[in-house]
């Protein structure tokens, strides 16, 4: 479709910009038709978008496809955790929610594997990538026909029959009379009309314990974001081009073991989230994911420090008009988006190498001389765009392998576990949808701005940069998150009556898990701090 660059960046971001903005509007959904119902609307329209995507005649079309997909991923994002923790028994919750990020894992790696076998064909190749992903919406639509409705929504909506008959199905036909009351009566403490989202809103953010839980869990969803996954995922092929792997084809199907690896250790995190709880989790997985940014930012410092430099200047004082062929080495020729850097190879030696343009339609080549026709190339010469040949490369193959292993158990699934789990029903829904919509925006706004930030701050400077805001994750997960680990969704609130930063030391035993037990006070509206300790 000879897509201009702002075309590429609109087709890209506008599907998670849709996507924030429907996981904004989910709470309202959610709390009007149920999760079933919006889990069957958005496999819905997953379904619709897929069709137009794979059928788009030009690229107006695309873009419509890409907002329809974006805004089915924005619903079902915020709707699937919820649904999750609410049918779970609790001993299980943390477990089964994280098996949801270990499906978004795997969604992601069956796509990068996908569009890997699709790039060999060259004619609408596209159109598979994209269309196919009808697939797994379908599915997921004919699978949830079969689902029941969460029993906490059909109590909350006075369907009590229904509600006892749902629980005692998920539970296998065990005695669910304990649970069912301790669900009822949680409900009938909550008042029954708790008002549109806005209303909401409004009384969470009124409310000291609602105020904490909707700022961890915010908080949670944006250092996942700005700790640089979908950096690192989207420009992993990259990252091994520089790593030494030459061939375009090869970065693709090596992208796709990056989508693996993040899978994997996902895995990790599913058998670990009871047995260490979500906070050490989440902890241990920041302090890894720093130290990885931190390896990968020194990879790219030497490399940017060694960077060879250009040996071959144009003759033709004509082509000098271009501002990359006054560039001395290859650190700022491929920072800059409109050049690259050709060069021939000996063992690990650069030589003959030149900082040139690249084609305005496609920067796989040069715009002249002899990186523009790389099929006919015959002395060996080699096209870098985006990134440099270095013998640092190691170091950042170790910093990337390194974070996908600290950030997936940990930092990948636990804001959305824990966002599942923090809020009491009434805002439930209205506290995943605004948590799920500070990630996506956080997500559109570090991979958008990721090569602007290189461009000024160079590569190693926006990997420091990540690593200085996973600290700041830590610092704020160290002093905010308390363990949600094994305590009924019904108790969160009572977790989260002190201070917004308060979990020191004291408060919480060995293994993890609060000693001291609130209850609420019937009746009593609304909870300051101090009230908390008068009912311990
Ligand atoms: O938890 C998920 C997961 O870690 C994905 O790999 C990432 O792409 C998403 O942005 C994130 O929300």
């Known amino acids: 479709m000879h897509l201009t660059a702002l075309w590429q960046e609109l087709l890209v971001s506008s599907t998670v910009g849709a996507a924030a903005l429907s996981a904004l509007a989910g709470g309202t959904l959610n709390g009007l038709f149920g999760r079933r119902i919006c889990i069957l609307i958005a496999s ?77 064909l060259h004619h609408n190749g596209w159109r598979y990538m994209l269309g196919l992903s009808i697939v797994p919406a379908v599915l997921q639509f004919f699978g949830f026909l079969f689902l029941p409705e969460s029993p906490r929504w059909l109590l909350q909506k006075g369907l009590t029959q229904q509600a006892r008959q749902v629980l005692s199905r998920i539970r296998g036909g065990q005695n669910i009379e304990k649970e069912y009351d301790r669900m009822r009566t949680n409900i009938e403490d909550e008042e029954k009309d708790a008002g549109g989202a806005h209303r909401i809103l409004w009384r969470m953010l009124t409310r000291p314990p609602t105020r904490r839980a909707l700022t961890i869990g915010c908080g949670l969803q944006m250092f996942q974001q700005l700790s640089g996954i979908n950096t690192v995922m989207y420009y992993s092929a990259t990252i091994l081009q520089m790593a030494g792997v030459r061939d375009d084809k090869q970065a693709i199907w090596l992208a796709s073991a990056t989508a693996a690896t993040n899978f994997l250790f996902t895995l990790v995190g599913v058998w670990l989230v009871e047995r260490v709880g979500r906070r050490k989790l989440t902890l241990g997985s920041l302090i890894g994911t720093a130290l990885s940014l931190t390896v990968l930012a020194i990879g790219f410092l030497l490399s940017a420090q060694h960077s060879p430099a250009v040996t071959l200047h144009p003759t033709d004082t004509s082509l000098n008009s271009t501002s990359c062929t006054l560039y001395g080495s290859c650190e700022p020729c491929m920072l800059d988006p409109d050049c690259g850097f050709c060069y021939r190879e000996n063992s690990s030696t650069v030589y003959d190498s030149s900082c040139i343009p690249a084609k305005q339609t496609s920067p796989d080549e040069a715009a002249w001389g002899r990186c523009s026709n790389l099929s006919q190339v015959s002395d060996g010469s080699l096209w870098a765009y985006n990134y440099c040949p270095t013998s640092y490369s190691w170091i950042v193959l170790l910093g990337l392998i390194l974070y996908l292993a600290f950030f997936a158990p940990g930092m990948g699934p636990m804001p959305w576990t824990v966002n599942s789990e923090i809020y009491p029903l009434w805002a439930r829904s209205t506290g995943n949808a605004c948590s799920a919509g500070v990630n996506w925006i956080c997500n559109v706004l570090v991979s958008l701005t ?23 994750g830590l610092l704020f997960v160290l002093g905010c998150l308390p363990e949600t680990q094994g305590r009924r969704l019904e108790e969160m609130e009572a977790l989260f009556s002190g201070n917004l930063c308060s979990c020191s030391a004291s408060d919480w035993d060995g293994d993890g898990s609060r000693n001291i037990l609130y209850n609420r006070v019937k009746g009593s509206d609304v909870l300051s701090d101090n009230d908390a300790s008068d009912m311990e």
Do not use: C, W
């Open 450 to 472: 990721f090569l602007h930030v290189a461009e000024y701050l160079t590569y190693y400077g926006a990997f420091f940069l990540y690593s200085g805001l996973t600290v700041l």
């Open 44 to 120: 819905f329209i997953f379904t619709a978008g897929g069709v137009v995507l794979g059928a788009a005649p030009n690229k107006e079309v695309l873009l419509v496809g890409r907002i329809t997909v974006g805004l089915g991923i924005g619903i079902a994002s915020m709707t699937v955790p919820v649904y999750l923790a609410e049918v779970s028994p609790p001993h299980l919750r943390g477990q089964l929610v994280t098996i949801y990020t270990l499906f978004i894992t795997a969604g992601q790696f069956i796509a990068s594997v996908v569009d890997g076998a699709f790039t060999y």
